[in-house]
């Protein structure tokens, strides 16, 4: 199950030559689990075959061939009122100003006119084109009626000229029809932050000490948080993922830097969701320049690094916003004594406990076995499972306490 999973997206493709991107966009909602269907204008049937995206979709593609066939009169109406969602990726000038100015020439813009669902644009045109006053006029007209812009992405086009103008590419493009489709989700109007990954200690300018975590159980968490609704930042350690399109990364790398970065964001959060592997340890006296084989192997001194769940349990008296704190606990041995024993130290709502022996779940794999322990008491036992989906399990649980 996605945010996907059993939504009516319609996909609108004009004639760019960014149209053959829209049949990856097309083919990535299909995977998420979205039906798909797609509307091509006569000039995106001349970049490209409504066969392409039948295969893709595995759903019938409609064209203009369907506005003038037996069924147009109710063709138009039954698309635009049965979607959650009509995006237009690419969408030309062409199609940008009918939409301004509600034109309906093509089954595309009737059903844009006749849709009572959001609409999100993905504009594809020459950067003279899209600055043109025409355009900009158009698209503050239509940014004023609600509709949703993706881009348009600077970079070079199809002319070779660069500028502003390019499709911005499939995968963020459903990054933010996920966001658009979570808008009214349970955690709207809230913030949650997440942390992610480890953290890297220094030892020397070119040398740290650092540990296993990969950020993929945090950056799901800081996805589920966003497929729910809530305003996410995501503080991690710099881990080569992608973050999630609408979280606001914060990069740090020591203990203290991810202490201060959480400090600052709980000013305002409704939930704390701790993944990141925090350093225990760090180095005493860093060195300056980087330490030489010829002085000899170095003793390198350890002393406690700032513990985040401790710290942040002392302030949080004052911050009456933070309904909800979730610390995690990998342990190798003892899962549940360990887990609650971090639990009630650390002053958390909920921990969620993994054992990292296991391999197929825990460190750096797709998959986790995770035991909920809540502060009254309770727990429960999710089975071994992807993620993303322990993910999302874990972010309905916090939910509940910000809803309470
Ligand atoms: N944590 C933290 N600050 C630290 C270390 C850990 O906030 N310096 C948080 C982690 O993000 C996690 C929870 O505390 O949510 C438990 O982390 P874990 O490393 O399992 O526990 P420790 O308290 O470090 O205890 P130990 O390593 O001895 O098991």
């Known amino acids: 199950m996605t945010i996907f999973s059993g939504k009516h997206i319609i996909l609108g493709v004009t004639g760019s030559i960014a149209a053959y991107k829209a049949a ?4 990535k909602l299909t ?13 995106a049937e001349k970049f490209i075959t409504p066969l392409t995206f039948q295969s ?5 593609t409609y064209t203009d061939a369907d506005l003038w066939g037996g069924q147009a009169h109710i063709l138009h109406v039954g698309l635009g009122h049965e979607a959650d969602l009509l995006v237009i990726a690419p969408c030309t000038a062409n199609t940008l100003a009918k939409l301004a100015h509600g034109l309906s020439d093509t089954l595309l813009t009737i059903t844009a006119l006749a849709a009572n669902c959001p609409i999100m644009v993905a504009p594809a045109m020459d950067a003279g084109m899209y600055e043109h006053p025409a355009t900009q006029a158009n698209v503050k007209t239509l940014v004023e009626r609600g509709i949703r812009f993706i881009g348009p992405a600077e970079g070079r086009m199809a002319s070779g000229l660069s500028g502003r103008g390019r499709m911005v590419e499939p995968a963020e493009i459903l990054g933010n029809i996920r966001l658009g489709l979570a808008r009214k989700g349970r955690l709207a109007g809230r913030h949650f932050v997440v942390t992610a990954g480890g953290t890297q200690e220094p030892i020397d300018p070119v040398r740290y000490i650092t540990n296993r975590s990969s950020g993929k159980q945090g950056f799901a968490l800081a996805q589920a948080a ?3 609704g809530a305003a996410v930042t995501l503080i991690s350690h710099p881990t080569g993922l992608t973050a999630p399109v609408g979280a606001n990364l914060v990069e740090v790398r020591t203990a203290q830097e991810m202490l201060d970065a959480v400090l600052a964001a709980c000013e305002t959060a409704d939930g704390l969701v701790m993944a990141a592997a925090v350093a225990d340890f760090r180095v005493k006296a860093v060195a300056k320049h980087k330490l030489k084989k010829r002085d000899g192997i170095p003793q390198i001194e350890l002393t406690a690094a700032p513990d985040v769940l401790s710290t942040v349990a002392r302030h949080r008296g004052g911050w009456s916003n933070l309904k909800v704190v979730v610390g995690f606990a990998a342990e190798s041995r003892d899962l549940l004594e360990n887990a ?3 639990l009630t130290s650390k002053k958390l709502d909920l921990i969620a406990a993994n054992d990292i022996s296991a391999s197929d779940a825990g460190f750096a794999v797709d998959d986790n076995r995770i035991t909920l322990l809540y502060a009254d008491g309770r727990h429960e036992i999710l089975p071994l499972m992807p993620k993303t989906e322990a993910a ?3 972010i309905a649980r916090a939910a509940e306490f910000v809803e309470r």
Request: aromatic share 0%; net charge negative; proline share 3%.
């Open 31 to 43: 995977q998420q689990g979205a039906e798909v269907d797609v509307i091509l204008t006569p000039g």
């Open 56 to 60: 893709v979709t595995g759903r019938k």
């Open 226 to 228: 966003l497929d729910a």
């Open 24 to 27: 990856d966009l097309a083919s």
């Open 340 to 342: 609650t024993s971090k």
């Open 392 to 394: 999302g399990a874990i």
